[in-house]
């Protein structure tokens, strides 16, 4: 089987910076940092199996400029193709993610009872935090059944600031 060539993109947005990888097929990891190298070492640790190279042309480039103007509040939507995988689960949990509508929010047994887990919330907090593609695949918008924003793998300030930018959409 061959090894498919991940190609990623660095950006600054409001949020710190954004590196977005993706293959031929689309996103396959999006994360928000506070330096480059971090982030660049993160998608090593993550795709050690895989060639990669940094560009700031094509595709890549372009599917990050989409997610950081979402970020900005340039633009009402980050869609981009994705190339991501995970368990079943998780990709229940994924999806049921992306029918959340942007400026609300959903707690993780709201979660679970939407998927047909009615008592996996824990299961689902950990979907969210596997969950490779930040702000395309919404997780930020799950939060405590207490309404605490609870955590998020960009670290709580961003998931506030990514919430109080749909609310005030």
Request: charged letters at 30%.
């Amino acid at each position: 089987m061959k090894t498919r060539s991940i190609r990623y993109s660095l950006r600054s947005c409001g949020l710190g910076w954004l590196l977005v990888a993706g293959t031929e097929r689309g996103v396959c990891f999006a994360r928000f940092g506070e330096r480059e190298a971090e982030l660049e070492q993160r998608l090593k640790d993550v795709f050690s199996f895989a060639p990669l190279e940094r560009t700031e042309s094509g595709a890549v480039a372009d599917w990050a400029a989409t997610i950081a103007d979402y970020v900005d509040a340039r633009s009402d939507s980050a869609e981009v193709p994705l190339d991501v995988s995970g368990s079943r689960f998780e990709e229940r949990v994924w999806r049921a993610l992306r029918e959340i509508p942007a400026g609300e929010t959903r707690s993780y047994s709201d979660v679970a009872r939407r998927i047909g887990s009615p008592g996996a919330s824990r299961a689902v907090g950990r979907a969210c935090a596997e969950n490779p593609v930040a702000v395309v695949i919404p997780c930020h918008r799950v939060i405590e059944k207490s309404g605490a924003l609870g955590g998020y793998g960009g670290g709580v300030s961003r998931k506030r600031a990514l919430l109080e930018r749909e609310v005030l959409e």
